[in-house]
């Protein structure tokens, strides 16, 4: 019987410690240059971002009207906001212009995204996607100016073209609810290009196989889209619908500019208060205020879509 021998086991060498360990040369410079790359970023966010919104907490806190010494007024201001009738009128538009206007935003720009996804010349292809992200580059006090002569109730070429069919004239701007409903209309037209575009880059990264593998299992139209489409597509659906319920909610310009709040205060929103406050008042404390409760609900709305996306939202 031989005697098996097992070799010998050589004991690993000892790390060196993690001290020990230095980075290269090339690793600190290439630490430093995405350093450097990312401050311009961050410097950014913390000057026009964080710094803007401490100083509005601060300042929410105080009695200020640019001319006298801020006084401290404690939770005054809050108060005041959750007892005055136009503060309270505004977040109620505010909220119902988001809703309408997102969900009609949406509606429009995944329909046509949907349409020119077809079979479709690259040159018509290309002019249509243009002409609808073409009102998103023009400024909305711009557009708001233009359509508050087209739909002026008097000589408005809407009002105009209505009239040839026989319809009386309509009070777009002057009615409480014909005002809200002009103003989504404006709003939605200027902004769904935004929506539109995100639609068109989802789709085109929808495997065309997948497509393909549902049309040989009869599935077509409306039944494909909502049982293919629509949950690809769910991540593009997220982000569009949370853009827009952030930029909706601080809506300014096209109420400003078509009925400066009116008839009433039918078309007044949040960020019309906030302007009033501070710039036609001079009460930049309870202006504050005012724009720290936006910013609450802003962020407790994107907090319930981003809680809603995990049930609803699909990755592929």
Known sequence: ??????????????????????????????????????APTVVGIVVFTAVPIIGSIVLSLFHWNVIDPPRFAGGANYRTTFTDSTVLVSFRNTLLFMVLAVALQLLIALSLALALNGRMPVWLRSAFRSAFFFPLVLSAASISVVMKYLFNQDFGVVNWLIGLVGVAPVPWLTSEHAAMATVILVYVWQQFGFSFLLFIGGLNNIPKEIHEAAALDGATGLRKHLGITLPLLSPTLLVASVVGIINALQVFEQPYVLTDGGPGDATRTVVMVIYERAFEQLDF???????????????????LQFRLSRRFVHYQ
């Open 1 to 38: 019987m031989t005697n098996t021998q097992i070799p010998a086991v050589r004991p690993r060498p000892a790390m060196p410690p993690a001290a020990a360990v230095r980075p290269s040369v090339r690793d600190r410079g290439a630490r430093l240059l995405a350093a450097l790359f990312l």
């Open 285 to 303: 404390g309870e202006a504050s205020a005012v724009g720290v409760l936006l910013f609450v609900l802003i962020m407790a709305v994107t907090a």
